[in-house]
C-alpha cells in the first residue's frame, strides 16, 4: 500500500497506468510510483530527483521533467537522462512537457522554451529576450499545427511553428494585467475549444478564440495561488490551489 500522502504530480499512460511524483526533501527518497488500476499492482521508481512533469510519446515509454534534466523510462522501470535542458549549474524545474504531433516534445521551463527532438535526441533552445534574459517558460498549450501558446512569468506568448518567431497573444486587454509581471501556472482547452489561463494568484481567465473575448474569474477563499484546471467527463470545471483545495 501507499504509505505517504505526499503526491504532487500525476500522469495517466494510454493504457491508464497512473503515474505519480512522490516528493519528500528532494533527496535520494523521491519516488516516481506505478499505479496499474486492472491488477491494482504498485510499484516503485527510485529517481532520488523530484518530478514536475510527464509525457507519453511511445507506448509506456515516458519522459519526465525534473530539475535541468530531461530523463526517460522504459516500461521495465529503467531510466535514463537524456539530456540536459541548461550548461548553468543552477537546478530550475522542468515545468510542462508536451507532445507535439511529430511525437517530439516542447519543454517549459526556468531556462524558457525548448524543442526536443525525441528520435535524435536532439535539443534546440528558442530564446525571447523581453527583459534582456530568457523568459521563464512554465507551460505550453498547442492551438494547431502552425501556432503554440506559452504561458511564461510574465504573461502570455504566441510562438510561430512555421517561423520560430514569438509575438504577443493577440486577444489581451493591457488593463487585465496579463500582459507583465504574472505568472502563468498552465493553460488549457475544454471541450467546447474555449483556453483556460490559470495564474500565480487567484485569478483565472476564459477566452474564446472565436470572438477574441475573455472572461476573469476570481476565485475566493483561495489563500494563495491556482495552479491547474480540469475539465471532467461533466463538463464540470475543477481548480486545484496550494493550500486551499
Given at each position: 500500500?501507499l504509505?505517504?500522502?505526499?503526491f504532487f504530480f500525476?500522469f495517466?499512460?494510454?493504457?491508464?497506468?497512473l503515474?505519480i511524483?512522490?516528493?519528500?526533501?528532494?533527496t535520494?527518497?523521491?519516488?516516481?510510483?506505478?499505479?496499474?488500476?486492472?491488477s491494482?499492482?504498485?510499484?516503485?521508481?527510485?529517481?532520488g530527483?523530484p518530478?514536475f512533469?510527464?509525457?507519453?510519446?511511445e507506448?509506456?515509454?515516458?519522459?519526465?521533467?525534473?530539475?535541468?534534466?530531461?530523463?526517460?523510462i522504459?516500461?521495465?522501470?529503467?531510466?535514463e537522462t537524456?539530456t540536459?535542458?541548461?550548461?548553468?549549474?543552477?537546478?530550475?524545474?522542468?515545468?510542462?512537457?508536451?507532445?507535439?504531433n511529430?511525437?517530439?516534445?516542447?519543454i517549459s521551463?526556468g531556462?524558457?522554451?525548448?524543442?526536443?527532438?525525441?528520435?535524435?535526441?536532439?535539443?534546440t533552445?528558442?530564446?525571447?529576450?523581453?527583459?534582456?534574459t530568457a523568459?521563464?517558460?512554465r507551460?505550453?498549450?498547442?492551438?494547431?499545427?502552425?501556432?503554440?501558446?506559452?504561458g511564461?512569468?510574465?504573461?502570455?506568448l504566441?510562438f510561430d511553428?512555421?517561423t520560430?518567431k514569438?509575438s504577443?497573444?493577440?486577444?489581451?486587454n493591457?488593463?487585465?494585467?496579463?500582459e507583465?509581471?504574472l505568472f502563468?501556472?498552465?493553460i488549457?482547452?475544454?471541450?467546447r475549444?474555449n483556453?483556460?489561463?490559470?495564474t500565480?494568484g487567484q485569478?483565472i481567465?476564459?477566452?474564446?478564440?472565436n470572438?477574441?473575448s475573455?472572461?476573469?474569474y476570481?476565485?475566493?477563499?483561495?489563500?494563495d495561488?491556482?495552479f491547474?484546471?480540469f475539465?471532467?467527463?461533466?463538463?464540470?470545471?475543477?481548480i486545484?490551489t496550494?493550500?486551499?483545495?
Amino acid at each position: 500500500k501507499l504509505v505517504t500522502n505526499s503526491f504532487f504530480f500525476f500522469f495517466q499512460t494510454r493504457d491508464n497506468l497512473l503515474c505519480i511524483a512522490n516528493w519528500l526533501t528532494w533527496t535520494s527518497n523521491d519516488w516516481l510510483i506505478r499505479i496499474n488500476p486492472a491488477s491494482r499492482h504498485i510499484s516503485r521508481v527510485a529517481l532520488g530527483k523530484p518530478i514536475f512533469s510527464f509525457a507519453e510519446v511511445e507506448h509506456q515509454n515516458i519522459y519526465l521533467g525534473s530539475l535541468n534534466e530531461l530523463i526517460r523510462i522504459d516500461p521495465a522501470g529503467n531510466t535514463e537522462t537524456v539530456t540536459r535542458i541548461s550548461d548553468q549549474n543552477s537546478l530550475l524545474p522542468v515545468f510542462n512537457l508536451e507532445k507535439d504531433n511529430n511525437g517530439n516534445l516542447w519543454i517549459s521551463s526556468g531556462y524558457g522554451l525548448h524543442h526536443f527532438n525525441t528520435k535524435t535526441n536532439t535539443l534546440t533552445a528558442y530564446k525571447y529576450d523581453r527583459f534582456g534574459t530568457a523568459d521563464y517558460a512554465r507551460t505550453t498549450l498547442l492551438l494547431n499545427k502552425d501556432s503554440l501558446l506559452i504561458g511564461t512569468n510574465s504573461g502570455l506568448l504566441l510562438f510561430d511553428l512555421t517561423t520560430d518567431k514569438f509575438s504577443k497573444f493577440p486577444y489581451i486587454n493591457p488593463d487585465t494585467n496579463l500582459e507583465e509581471n504574472l505568472f502563468v501556472n498552465r493553460i488549457v482547452f475544454d471541450s467546447r475549444k474555449n483556453i483556460w489561463v490559470v495564474t500565480e494568484g487567484q485569478l483565472i481567465k476564459r477566452f474564446l478564440l472565436n470572438t477574441g473575448s475573455y472572461v476573469n474569474y476570481n476565485i475566493k477563499n483561495v489563500i494563495d495561488n491556482v495552479f491547474d484546471v480540469f475539465e471532467n467527463t461533466d463538463k464540470a470545471l475543477y481548480i486545484g490551489t496550494w493550500r486551499s483545495g
